[in-house]
């Protein structure tokens, strides 16, 4: 049993199974009453709505920011030396900040679009997306090893095992879809972090993510044992259904009966629609070259933009999609620019053509674009062509949903290693995505270890960065 | 009225006050005290001011605690100079190049064992030796070999290499091995720092740096007195001795140990600011003079019930306790009250008030002058401060008092002492206790509360047909003694302290012994351990019981149970803080039902627990510490992928210090071991001396007093929630104001009142939980019910439960027939298809290994490994433990996960299978194969009407099956049957 002595309605909707279900949560919120200790949602005044849709295109191991969307040419006049010693000590895994040295960037970069934001060639097509960005430079924390890295940028702190920024958003807003979750993951290897990162915390298990699987089983369990044929599984279902009615006719008062109707119906609902979903045979041939469909190289990630792109029109609200994970994945610490290179190549066109795709479709607006990893890499070189861990500056971007496009923020200094102008904390871009999404990042809180718990920490200076919002 | 904790710091001031100023001065002071008066109050035997010599650089060393006697004049090696010294002791420093020295005459004066060394010094030379060679003498009496009766005090490392930067003190009383103190590390950042070593005529050694104790030592009282001179600067017979580079002054040697708050003194003395205004010179009334201000400059953010920061200026004790970077005042000393300081605008980033008019000098002059006056605070002038009135009037921290059984209008409902309770707050809501439960209903409900297993079809029809009036109590009996209820009660008591078998992040390492601790708990519950002993084991089982040592060391082993941040390897000192700080966080809320990890940063913003009662708490457990016996250290060698850990005594206990905001670089004054003050009252403190290894034993014997308000209640609650499946006080880790209040206090309190009396007997508390009317009640309610107590908080049915994870698992396998009772020994690790294994990320890549498969494959889900880093789906979609932190509830869900698990899951059909298979041996006709399968799936035999409709559906099933020419369509059709009711809503019900 839920322990907690209040229900708000959602919470008693959501515990009778209809939770995934068509209603319009948004016109719950400001309604509900928080109670003394009770889980609540967004309360009081709540910024507009912008986005109604996350993908976050989340890039594990660490891209190097002077690779991508940092130029540093200091890099190439002081080839090779160290750090000046005003430059103080920064805390690395693998390097010595104060002997390493520096590694300038075998990438060009070009100004791109009408705003002539500065994109590296590893990216050949995003250019002609370049106005639809929101580049931020100065993204830093000091979290220099992968787990609480990305734990930090997943949940707001380095700990393991808190809710994840999509398990929180799901936990504000729900599902906009009848027949799929609300928070879906897919992934092309395992993360360092484990499953964990991405998970649902001490929020309730409805808040948990769904990982979709781009062969087998859509989902875990989703596909029926090769002992049992499709009308055998029917016959179950529908005899496990007899029982449940028989069972609610005899005790009408118990609720959770209704609930578990509802859970299995929502389950073979899923049976058919997630592998609908999922089913990208019908899209136009061109869609799927626009995707990079067509070639080995960004087949698998074009599949799950594409696939981001199609789950976002039947109503999910939280896709996050993982680019190297397994592997070294833009962990770099050899070999940075052929592999990221090679990254680039893999996920270009797939980025690019799913903003283009949302933007034909009219969903650009509505669907806010996050790109990113857990952290940077150093400006300063590991053994001869690698780069280390460095999360003292790195760049994120952010498109549609109410993003400013063509917008730089902040800078890091000369050599591209420390945050400078405008520094973004993480917990900035949490607040600042949860605000384009209509939930105040102060109030959408839950109740656990004697804390009402926030995802931008209690202690939090978070703030929303308005600047580069449109 | 006062916190005792706050008493004890006020005290000390006020002595100095009283021992400073003769009666004649206890005016109004303008002036600030003078550093070489307050040196010679304390009598010392010699006192260098180091001045220069008149005609050159060179620095003398006159005595000037004998200005006319030059008998201990020290003598100074050419190359040491003079400096000008702080503003506080002013005058002159020595200045050394690392060439020079100073040599004091080998005087008998100098011949002390009881003793005061005390100096100023400043330095940025690297300060990375342990002791000679290489590291730098500041004062030594040094003579050759372990134990030869000498002491050094140097700047040097506790790890050669690493330029810590610490004071190092050595003692070699003969006889006795060298002993060691060493301070904080830093003191090598060209600030001036005040170092004092004492020596107690009892041998005990205390080394303060900047007025506070950061280490002690008891040695064994064996002479220190050596024929060498007294040398500063450099060391020039010892072999290895060598030179320092840096200023030194204001040497003091005393021939006694001065008192911890003389030390504080000299050095709130010595580093007075010359930028604060002077103290008025008047005599100051608070309400007249200094209310005033507070009100109109500082209520705002820290008054009428504003705590910004922590602090609150309602009361003078809250004043005292300060807030997140310390009290606000140090009556008698104005001049280091951060108060002062902060309004004064000594550090320009910390300036109050932060906006509005700053406070002008006169205004500064009267709190300056209110302060050294002892900061009277007369009673009517304080302001209710809601802290304290919240923790005065909070029912948990009242003591357990025994309340009278109420007397209720239906005596003969009651079976048990628990019944009346109930019944009285039924009546008080109107409502009315439902008729007792179905008979079978009943025994599947007690079977799973207290085995977490299906009761078996023998056990159902024999219940059935027992219809002697104490059958019930028969099966209660039975269960109580079985080892299944130690797997039940075991596993609550496993999600409790966070038990994992692995450290979580991303090297996730495997703890391989950690099995014993769960073998350990299961044990325990089986065999009736009174509880007061099971939490006494786990806190200190090894000091208590030493000739046990063996049995014990799988008990303490709970405190090494929590996540290993291995990336913390690089920083050990924040590494064994961050382990401490999961000691003390899961010792609080599981035992003490508090949330005292909220005090690691700040003051409780709601509880009375302060910063210094966690720090306490963690000086407890910082006397032990966390060792991997595989590998014989405490740090993650690169490539270990096990650990096999223990808890143990360290060599020398961690120095704990108070830290803002709980920042490891922002110590703020050493702490003592003690307990939670607002709770232990006089006990808080832990007497000295007192051995290191019983810092745990007095926190267990503690935790279990009979004065401890908590411990017993909080069992007690939790024990409830086992049985009900709700709290009495529904946030069971939090008892504290902010947690939610009992629904029914006084069975509460009479629960624990009974529970210890009765020996802290736990099965004694189930059987008057389970034989009370109330938990035989039937589970249906009323809508009258539903719309006058949603939640069911009075208890007028029983509450309806779904089975958590493991009972599902266990239910399965029960049900097929194969589960596998084996209890005990290392988990088992169950089959997982590889898009089972898709998520599991192994830092070598060898998921092989991360997830070796057993052959055992069918035990109790108890059993199954559990590896922080990876989500076990079976378990994972039916709400297990969230096992970062204690987990006092879990939640339970109902999500299309779980039903996908239950259709699709390879095991689950296999287990539908098994049980068709078991179904089919056991039974002969379709009647006896529902009926048994009924009993199986829901411990009850079928209706008429749902005998009729399986025999529909097995004989549809059946001729679908020979249609698609299945081998052996009977089995099919039956494992679609079986498969339908593990798929049903009441399977995974007790009602």
């Known amino acids: 049993m839920n322990l907690n002595t209040c229900y708000s309605r959602r919470e008693l909707l959501r515990r009778s199974g209809m939770g995934i279900g068509a209603l319009a949560f948004l016109d719950l919120l400001g309604k509900e009453v928080q109670g003394k200790g009770q889980q609540g949602l967004a309360q009081g005044p709540n910024p507009p709505t912008r986005a109604r849709a996350v993908i976050s295109l989340f890039m594990h191991g660490g891209p190097s920011q002077v690779d991508t969307f940092d130029p540093k040419p200091s890099l190439k006049q002081f080839e090779g030396q160290t750090l000046p010693a005003s430059f103080g000590n920064l805390n690395l895994e693998f390097t010595n900040s104060s002997s390493a040295k520096l590694l300038p960037s075998r990438r060009t970069f070009q100004k791109c679009g009408d705003s002539g934001i500065e994109i590296s060639d590893i990216f050949q097509h995003l250019p002609t997306v370049a106005d639809e960005l929101a580049v931020i430079r100065s993204c830093h924390h000091t979290e220099f090893n992968h787990s609480p890295a990305l734990y930090l940028a997943h949940s707001g702190t380095r700990l393991m095992g808190r809710p994840s920024l999509g398990s929180w958003m799901n936990y504000g807003l729900g599902s906009e879809s009848e027949n799929l979750p609300g928070y879906v993951v897919m992934r092309d290897g395992p993360l360092k972090g484990g499953p964990v990162t991405y998970g649902n915390g001490f929020l309730p298990a409805v808040h948990q993510p769904t990982e979709l699987r781009l062969d087998g089983s859509p989902i875990l369990y989703l596909n029926r044992p090769a002992e049992i044929d499709k009308e055998s599984q029917r016959r179950v279902l529908q005899f496990s259904d007899q029982l449940n009615r028989q069972n609610l006719s005899s005790h009408p008062d118990d609720a959770s009966i209704s609930a578990r109707i509802s859970a299995y119906e929502l389950a073979f609902r899923m049976q058919a629609t997630a592998p609908e979903a999922l089913d990208i045979r019908n899209e136009p041939e061109y869609i799927k070259r626009q995707y990079g469909l067509d070639q080995d190289v960004t087949r698998p990630f074009g599949t799950q933009c594409l696939n981001a792109r199609r789950l976002v029109e039947r109503g999910v609200r939280f896709v996050q999609l993982y680019h190297g994970g397994g592997g070294d994945g833009w962990d770099t610490h050899g070999s940075n620019d052929s592999k990221h290179q090679r990254n680039g190549l893999q996920v270009d066109k797939p980025i690019t053509g799913l903003i283009a795709d949302l933007k034909a479709r009219g969903l650009l607006d509505s669907t806010l674009v996050i790109w990113g990893g857990e952290f940077g890499r150093t400006p300063t070189s590991e053994g001869s062509d690698g780069r280390d861990h460095s999360p003292y500056g790195y760049t994120v971007w952010m498109a549609g949903g109410g993003m400013k496009g063509g917008t730089i923020y902040g800078s890091t200094d000369e050599f591209g290693f420390r945050a400078q102008e405008n520094p973004v904390q993480v917990r900035d871009l949490h607040a600042t995505i949860l605000y384009l999404l209509g939930l105040n990042h102060e109030r959408l809180t839950y109740y656990f270890q004697g804390l009402q718990q926030r995802l931008t920490q209690v202690d939090g200076d978070s703030r929303v960065i308005h600047e580069i919002l449109a | ?991």
């Open chain 2, 1 to 991: 009225m006062k916190l005792i904790h706050t008493a004890l710091m006020a005290t000390p001031w006020l002595l100095w006050l009283l021992c400073f100023k003769s009666p004649s001065q206890l005016t109004p002071v303008a002036e600030e005290p003078d550093y070489s008066a307050v040196v010679t109050v304390d009598r010392p035997v010699a006192f260098y001011q180091f001045e220069q010599h008149d005609q050159s650089e060179l620095c003398l060393a006159r005595n000037s605690a004998a200005p006319k006697n030059s008998d201990l004049d020290g003598v100074c090696s050419p190359g040491v100079v003079t400096v000008k010294g702080l503003s506080g002791p002013g005058g002159e420093m020595a200045r050394f190049n690392g060439s020079g020295l100073i040599e004091l005459p080998p005087a008998n004066a100098f011949h002390l064992d009881e003793l005061t060394v005390e100096f100023w010094f400043r330095s940025e030379q690297e300060f990375d030796q342990k002791f000679w060679p290489g590291s730098a003498t500041l004062v030594s009496k040094a003579t050759a070999g372990p134990g030869s009766g000498d002491w050094v005090i140097l700047g040097g490392s506790l790890t050669t290499g690493s330029n810590e930067g610490r004071i190092l003190v050595g003692v070699g009383p003969k006889g006795d091995q060298d002993r060691v103190l060493a301070s904080g590390t830093g003191l090598n950042d060209g600030q001036f720092h005040h170092v004092v070593w004492t020596r107690s005529g009892t041998g005990l050694n205390t080394l303060y740096v900047d007025g506070q104790a950061c280490a002690t030592e008891q040695d064994s009282k064996g002479s220190i007195i050596n024929a060498r001179p007294i040398q500063i600067g450099g060391e020039k017979f010892e072999p290895g001795g060598s030179q320092f580079r840096g200023d030194l002054g204001e040497l003091a040697i005393y021939p006694h140990a001065l008192t911890a708050d003389r030390v504080q003194s000299h050095f709130l003395i010595g580093s007075v600011d010359p930028r604060l205004p002077p103290a008025s010179n008047v005599q100051v009334d608070f309400s007249r003079d200094i209310q005033p201000i507070f009100q109109e400059h500082c209520s705002r953010c820290h008054g009428n019930g504003k705590e910004k920061g922590g602090l609150s200026l309602s009361t003078r004790s809250r004043a005292l306790d300060g807030g997140d970077t310390g009290p606000a005042m140090i009556p008698g000393l104005s001049s280091r009250s951060q108060l002062v300081s902060l309004v004064a605008a000594i550090d320009e980033d910390r300036i109050m008030p932060p906006d509005g008019e700053k406070l002008e000098d006169s205004q500064i002059g009267l709190i300056r002058a209110w302060i050294d006056q002892g900061a009277n605070w007369p009673a009517e002038a304080e302001e209710i401060d809601p802290k304290t009135v919240r923790a005065l009037e909070h029912w948990s921290f009242k003591p357990i008092r025994r309340p009278e059984i109420p007397q209720t209008l239906q005596p003969d409902w009651n079976q048990t002492p628990v019944d009346p309770f109930i019944f009285a707050k039924l009546a008080a809501n109107d409502l009315k206790p439902s008729p007792p439960a179905n008979k079978l209903a009943l025994l599947r409900r007690l079977t799973f509360d207290l085995t977490g297993l299906p009761p078996q079809p023998e056990e159902i029809l024999e219940f059935a047909n027992d219809n002697r009036p104490d059958a019930f109590s028969r099966v209660v009996d039975r269960l109580l003694a079985s080892t299944a209820l130690g797997e039940r009660l075991g596993r609550y008591w496993l999600d409790v302290v966070r038990y994992a078998d692995s450290g979580g992040y991303e090297t996730d390492i495997y703890y391989e012994q950690a099995w014993r601790y769960r073998d350990y708990v299961i044990r325990s519950f089986n065999e009736g351990k009174p509880f007061d002993r099971f939490l006494m084991e786990q806190v200190a089982g090894d000091e208590l019981w030493p000739a046990e040592a063996n049995a014990m060391q799988d008990a303490v082993a709970v405190w090494t149970l929590g996540e290993w941040q291995n990336a913390l390897d690089a920083f050990p000192e924040e590494l064994e803080y961050t382990r401490r700080t999961d000691q003390v966080i899961t010792y609080s809320e599981s035992m003490l039902g508090l949330t005292a990890g909220c005090a690691n940063c700040h003051n409780h913003k709601f509880d009375p627990i302060s910063q210094r009662d966690y720090f306490g708490l963690e000086a407890i457990f910082a006397a032990s510490e966390t060792w991997d016996r595989s590998t014989n250290q405490k740090a993650w060698l690169k490539g270990q992928r096990t650990a096999y850990r223990i808890f143990r005594h360290s060599e020398i206990p961690t120095p704990i210090h108070l830290l803002t905001r709980g920042e490891i670089k922002k110590p703020r004054g050493l702490v003592s071991p003690a307990l939670p003050a607002f709770l232990a009252g006089e006990e808080a403190g832990f007497s000295a001396p007192m051995a290191n290894s019983q810092r745990r034993a007095m926190l267990a014997n503690w935790t279990v007093s009979p004065r401890n308000p908590m411990t017993a209640r909080v069992i007690a609650n939790r024990l409830w929630q086992w049985h009900f499946g709700q709290a009495i006080a529904s946030t069971p880790n939090d008892l504290g104001t902010q947690g939610q209040p009992p629904t029914h206090p006084e069975l509460l309190d009479w629960l624990a009142s009974e529970l210890m009396e009765s020996g802290w007997n736990l099965k004694h508390l189930q059987r008057l939980m389970v034989l009370s009317a109330t938990y035989q009640q039937s589970a249906e309610r009323t809508p009258e019910a539903i719309s006058r107590d949603p939640q069911n908080q009075f208890l007028s049915s029983f509450p309806r439960k779904r089975l958590q994870a493991e009972a599902v698992w266990d239910q399965l396998h029960a049900a097929a027939g194969v589960l596998d009772r084996k209890s005990s020994g290392p988990p088992f690790v169950p089959k997982l298809t590889p898009e089972e294994l898709q998520g599991m990320y192994d830092l070598e890549d060898r998921k092989d290994k991360k997830w070796p498969v057993t052959p055992e494959q069918n035990r109790r889900a108890i059993y199954i490994l559990n590896r922080r880093s990876f989500r076990f789906p079976f378990l994972e979609a039916f709400d297990p433990a969230n096992n970062s932190t204690s987990c006092p509830v879990r939640q339970s869900t109902t999500v299309p996960a779980q039903a996908l698990t239950l259709l699709n899951n390879d095991k689950v059909v296999e287990l539908a299978r098994a049980m068709a298979e078991r179904l089919s041996r056991a039974t002969r006709t379709h009647r006896e194969r529902i009926q048994l399968a009924w009993l199986l799936a829901y411990s009850r035999v079928p209706s008429e009407q749902e005998i009729q409709l399986t025999q529909d559906f097995l004989n549809q099933a059946l001729a679908a099956q020979t249609n698609k020419g299945t081998p052996d369509p009977h089995l099919a059709a039956l494992t679609e049957l079986c498969l339908a009711l593990m798929n049903s809503a009441e399977f995974l019900q007790t009602n």
